[in-house]
């Protein structure tokens, strides 16, 4: 391999370091209503996603393809351009784990490479009918679709399921949610993990060690299967909390119905090419299966949260990527620093998550500040309106005295 320069090595390393936030990020897709269920023991949910990510990551190289020859001018990339890129999308996908919500690391990955290619080589460089078709409507309509689909899922399973035994039932469900389960992380595999091979493949391409239009090598397919594979077993409980307890209670019934819409979606994105997100998708179907079930609902300030940081995620990536490429062109030294900062922030942010520790022992432990609803309350109550007792400001015997005060 020609031209295998150290600016180039140092791309291919930070871009299987962002395959790998890319895995314990989406690991919530394949498995949060899985483990939330009860269907699967967490640790064991998350290794069978992350098998199952890695065989996936061998199955198409479509959306490969269109990272690497379809959303910017391949001509106009140097390799500084794609590591600042990588930059963006790290932070912001570190960020987001840190808050527990579920954004998008595909488009974290997008947008930080158009922001960069945006400040290296300017707007012409960036392809914007690509952008717009196979990124920003996909991204509108996968979770509308998603969601749709297992709502009427949902409504179907409890309608065909009404005489069923209950528990004969049940068991079932978590049967066919665990298979469902499966197939998004095979699906999962086929679609995020060759963002990653595309990525490189263009570093490549750019850094003169393949050819123009060529195809991913088989060593950056299996580097990228095993790199978002090890990331998806770490498990990204935080964002398993949000997805499997923060937006709906779900039965097994809705997760099953979940799974399947998602995946389905998913698979059919892959064949097409779309660079889709997973997690749009796959929150998308958790929403639709909690509207599906009689009396479910959607904790709306959870999810308002979660938009906007859908919302956020392209701009914020673009943004980093682009003050990224701004000092790298400055010369080696800038290429450095820029280094010195994504390894110090991305320390900063771990040390910080560890003031308060979420793993596969309480990942299906709740809380009140709107990432879950309140342990012990009504499944129809939205986070945000758990009622909250306020004792007396001054203890009394009195017995006429006023009772504690409820909001």
Sequence with gaps: MENFSLILAIVVITAL?????????????????TISTGALRPKVAVAMSAALNLVGAFLSVEVANTISKGLVDESGIRPEVIFAALVGAILWNLLTWLVGLPSSSSHALMGGLIGATLASAGSGAVHGDVLVTKVLIPAVAAPIVAGLAAMLATRLSYTLGRKAEGKAAEKSYRFGQIASAGLVSLAHGTNDAQKTMGIITLALV????????????TWVILSAGLAIALGTYLG????????????????PQQGFAAQTSA?????????????????????????????????????WSTATRMFVAWGLTLPAAALVGALAETV?????????AVAVFLVASSAAIWKISRREVVDHNNVNDTDDD??????GSDAGTD??????????????????APPAATV
Aim: proline share 5%; no cysteine; hydrophobic share 40%.
């Design 328 to 336: 790298t062109d400055l010369g080696d030294w800038g290429t450095a």
């Design 370 to 375: 709107g990432a879950g609803a309140a342990s």
């Design 236 to 251: 990204g409980w935080r964002i398993i909390r949000t997805m499997g307890k923060g937006l709906t209670d779900l039965q």
């Design 206 to 217: 750019a850094g003169g060690s393949l050819a123009p239009d060529s195809d991913p090598p």
């Design 383 to 400: 986070a945000g309106e758990i009622k909250v007792v306020i004792p007396s400001p001054v203890a009394t015997t009195d017995p006429a």
């Design 263 to 299: 995946a389905t979606v998913i698979l059919a994105s892959s064949h097409l090419g779309f660079s889709l997100s997973t997690t749009h998708a796959v929150s998308g179907s958790v929403m639709g299966a909690g509207l599906g079930r009689k009396g479910g609902v959607v904790r």
């Design 17 to 33: 370091a962002f395959d790998f936030t890319n895995g314990f990020h989406d690991t919530a897709n394949a498995m949060a209503t």
